[in-house]
């Protein structure tokens, strides 16, 4: 015999024995299976006769399977013990853990404050309906000349003085412009800003561009 017979032969050999082997295997499974079912097998010896095939036409008959009484994977699945799973332990929760106060809603109650109320502030001081005593000051910043008093109108409008119908008066980025010709017809432009909520500083251009300092004080109504 030629030695690549005798090596095909010797494959085929051991295949067959590992099929016979694992075909033992699965005979000694169904026949387990079955008479673990109360069906007759006769013994379980790994060999199919007449009482495991008889055995495994009924089974296949109760189970709508193909009747072969033949081992089968679709009656090994049928056989196979159902899959065993480990049992779920519900342990009780820890006391301590739920009840601890690191569990407990924290409930923050803010309490409004109470306090006085805040004084409402002053009205903002204005030029407008108010009396005012013109001064000029030299250049020490002593007064000179005759004071002279006005009221300042909503419209515009300056009364007080003999020669107040020609004295105009406006207010322009937070200062006070008053233009006016006086008693002996020189015309006058005064310029000033409040310093404080009753005194107003500012300068005054003349005839000539003559430039002299003013102010003007808030006159209380008795």
Not at 34 to 55: F, H, K, M, Q, S
Not at 96 to 114: H, N, T, W
């Amino acid at each position: 015999m030629k030695p690549v017979a005798r090596l095909t032969i010797a494959i085929w050999l051991t295949a067959a024995l590992f099929a016979s082997a694992a075909n033992a295997t699965d005979l000694v499974a169904v026949q387990q299976g079955l008479a673990a079912r109360g069906y007759e097998v006769g013994g379980i010896d790994g060999v199919i006769g007449p009482r495991t095939r008889a055995a495994i036409r009924a089974f296949e008959m109760d189970h709508d399977l193909p009747v072969t009484g033949d081992v089968s994977d679709a009656l090994l699945r049928k056989l196979a013990p159902p899959r065993r799973l480990d049992p779920i332990v519900l342990r009780p929760p820890n006391p301590a853990v739920l009840q601890g106060p690191d569990r407990q809603p924290k409930i923050v109650i803010k309490e409004p404050k109470i306090g006085p109320s805040p004084a409402p502030s002053p009205p903002a001081a204005t030029y407008q309906n108010r009396n005012w005593l013109v001064r000029d000051l030299d250049e020490a910043g002593q007064p000179f000349g005759t004071a002279f008093a006005i009221f300042l109108e909503a419209d515009g409008k300056i009364a007080g003085p003999r020669f107040s119908r020609q004295m105009r008066w406006r207010e322009e980025d937070g200062a006070l412009l008053v233009s006016y010709e006086n008693a002996v017809g020189m015309r006058i432009e005064r310029r000033g800003r409040l310093v404080d909520a009753d005194r107003i500083a500012g300068e005054a251009v003349g005839p000539d561009d003559n430039i002299w300092r003013w102010i003007a004080e808030a006159k209380r109504a008795d």
